[in-house]
């Protein structure tokens, strides 16, 4: 969306909000000052005028501005400030083919309306007071969720709790500005309910409390964004067919013979209410084959980059010096290491032979599916048994924590500067740089260029 979206918000708008293809219905949506004017041009009432029968589906010819007859179909109007924008909001339900749908379009267009740009018709929400800027995100996230997990968090964002939970801190922030400037103002008065002591105390609470909901995005960037995440280990290990366990189908060749995986396969999955973003990867181990040697310096790569590594082991195998090669080649790995003790179904998995490594360790069947230990073990490297996706206070975008981690650092340079012996309105200054901070998580502070960047990714008609 242009960075010119303020100076836009007068212009009506209009577009289609169902996906582009032949369907039953189509919906089209107007909002803005013009949308009675418009539906004037376009709809001629069967019965009931829709603007006189808010909330009411009214039935009717839509037409060209000209006259001309498109279709018959129901619209809905919403009046202002009762509407999803804010604004007057008009509901066309036409039927679905392509082509009727895009003469409507053009009939609003000709009728006065300007084509909506993407996210438009939320932004106007968000500017009009409908809904936070982190409930805004939530709905996009919404519409973009492709897992269960997904969907839990964005539900729970479109709640408000973490509106609520930003709230609750901005407020605890300002009334702890006031007693500050009180201090600074009326010296003379002690209208300050707080000593230095207990100013540096409060402060420090508030910077806990922050600290325990920025901590949530460890949970929340598991569900929203995924952890890129490695499937590896020797040859015959079962990697591949654990890749397939996880993704669902046969995306993976499996075979007996070893060195079959050259390449790296690479598809997001949902295990439990975490996302993986999942790679399969060669076996492990010196070769000749020059192909081969490719796919091993790939899965090498893909080690080395990886947040989490699942390192497949064959349970039924002794641990011998292939196994320990790979066991140090992974002490390397910059991500957590979760040894996966494979094929459980030919003979019980013996934990204790890997307990020197240090790794968490989870014995599963890929062949007949039993990874429920592999499950928990990672959902619980991601706090998943602790929060409530639906119902708790969860950062669930890269912006919001750096918008609270920006606070917490500026509440800890002000109780630097309270520690050191300076004026308090020095520390008055920073702590009000974590006020503005925290007032960006809901889009109190937040400049337009950011809600321009948040709202180009929603689809045109939301």
């Not at 996230?141 to 939970?165: E, H, I, M």
């Not at 499950?375 to 409530?388: I, K, N």
Request: charged letters at 20%; glycine letters at 8%; one cysteine or more.
């Amino acid at each position: 969306m242009p960075c010119c979206v303020f100076m836009k918000i007068f212009d009506t708008i209009a577009a289609i909000s169902t996906p582009r293809g032949k369907g039953g219905i189509a919906v089209l949506r107007i909002s803005g000052e013009g949308t009675r004017e418009i539906l004037s041009r376009v709809f001629v009432p069967l019965g009931a005028v829709p603007e006189n029968a808010p909330r009411r589906a009214c039935l009717g010819k839509i037409c060209t501005p000209a006259g001309d007859l498109l279709d018959e179909g129901l619209v809905t109007f919403f009046k202002a400030p009762a509407s999803f924008t804010g604004e007057d909001v008009a509901e066309i339900s036409c039927h679905g083919g392509v082509l009727v749908t895009e003469s409507v379009l053009a009939a609003l267009l000709a009728a006065g309306a300007r084509m909506a740009e993407a996210g438009e018709f939320t932004a106007r929400a968000v500017l009009h007071g409908k809904m936070g800027l982190s409930a805004a995100e939530s709905l996009g996230a919404l519409l973009d969720a492709g897992t269960k997990g997904q969907l839990a968090l964005a539900r729970g964002g479109l709640s408000g709790r973490l509106a609520d939970a930003a709230r609750e801190i901005y407020s605890s922030l300002t009334a702890i500005l006031a007693d500050i400037y009180a201090k600074i103002d009326f010296p003379d008065e002690d209208l300050a309910s707080m000593n230095p002591t207990e100013l540096r105390a409060a402060l420090a609470a508030v910077c806990a409390r922050i600290r325990v909901l920025a901590d949530t995005w460890h949970t929340g960037r598991a569900v929203s964004e995924g952890i890129e995440t490695v499937i590896c280990g020797p040859v015959n290990a079962g990697k591949s067919t654990l890749y397939n366990a996880l993704v669902g189908h046969d995306a993976a060749i499996v075979t007996d013979i070893a060195g079959t995986t050259r390449d790296t396969l690479t598809e997001t999955v949902s295990l439990g209410n975490v996302t993986l973003r999942l790679s399969d990867t060669a076996g492990l181990r010196e070769t000749e084959d020059a192909v081969e040697q490719i796919g091993v310096a790939r899965a090498d790569a893909a080690i080395d980059r990886a947040e989490l590594v699942l390192a497949v082991l064959d349970a039924s195998a002794p641990r011998d010096g292939e196994i320990d090669a790979f066991l140090t080649r992974l002490s390397r790995a910059a991500g957590t290491v979760v040894l996966v003790l494979n094929k459980q179904d030919k003979t019980a998995a013996r934990e204790d032979l890997y307990r020197d490594c240090g790794y968490p360790t989870v014995a599963v069947s890929a062949k007949t599916g039993e990874i429920s230990a592999l499950v928990q073990a990672v959902s619980a490297l991601y706090r998943m048994g602790e929060l409530d996706l639906a119902n708790d206070a969860i950062v669930a975008s890269a912006r919001q924590h750096a918008a609270l981690t920006r606070a917490m650092d500026s509440l800890q340079d002000a109780i630097f500067l309270l520690d050191a012996g300076m004026p308090l309105d020095a520390a008055c200054v920073v702590a009000e740089l974590a006020a503005a901070a925290v007032g960006e998580v809901d889009g109190r502070a937040v400049g337009e260029d950011i809600i321009a960047d948040i709202f180009s990714h929603f689809c045109v008609g939301k």
